[in-house]
């Protein structure tokens, strides 16, 4: 008698562009992306600590029957849009208090002279400033550091990050330093408070 095995691979990527002002704690941005062969798309605004996203970007049209949902980011993520307005040259620091980092040399992104740094960033500081759920799928999948390469330029500005956590890549792009921000939050009556589910989810 034998017995035969069926895997299923499950492929996903995920592009996000847009414009963000992280001092006044606004931006828009758009997204795309593809899991196994399903397209999806959307907008996110971010206004202050409300965060807006577009119901067709959510995936799961029972969430909410208005055109957008809203994320209140500080109840979810407690102290993350306070600390996100750093100065340019805290970008290292930052880093280095995160993880342990070696100065690689010098590399050109978009044109621009950077240093690169390479190294990794412990766990268990990433898990300290997320939901109770993603710590705890850190833990399941036994990471315990997160390879991280950061490009910064001589203003102290972070040009590029890359992050690799059991085969998934996310890649960061910065550019374009000083350009005007301008986003309006959606009409009220077009928006659902998806906060209270969101942080049920992550355990937050």
Known sequence: MSK???????????????????????GVIELSGN????????????????EYIQAMALGDSSLTKKPWASIDVDEIFPGLTSSSATTANDSLQELEQAGTFHRVGVRRVRGVETTLYSGTIAAGTVSAR??????????????????????IDR????????????????????????????VTAPSPADVQDLTSKFKSVLGG
Request: with cysteine; hydrophobic share 40%; glycine share 12%.
């Open 35 to 50: 899991a196994s062969g399903t397209t999806f798309g959307g907008q996110i605004r971010v206004v202050g600590h409300c």
């Open 4 to 26: 035969a095995g069926v895997s299923a691979v499950v492929t996903a990527s995920l592009d996000m562009s847009g414009v963000t002002d992280f001092v006044h704690q606004r």
């Open 155 to 182: 203003s102290g500005f972070v040009r590029k990050l890359t992050e690799s956590v059991n085969g998934v890549v996310v890649t960061i792009e910065l550019y374009d330093f000083g350009v005007p921000v301008h």
């Open 130 to 151: 997320r939901p109770k759920r993603l710590g705890d799928a850190l833990k399941k999948e036994h990471v315990a550091s997160i390879p991280t390469r950061a490009w």
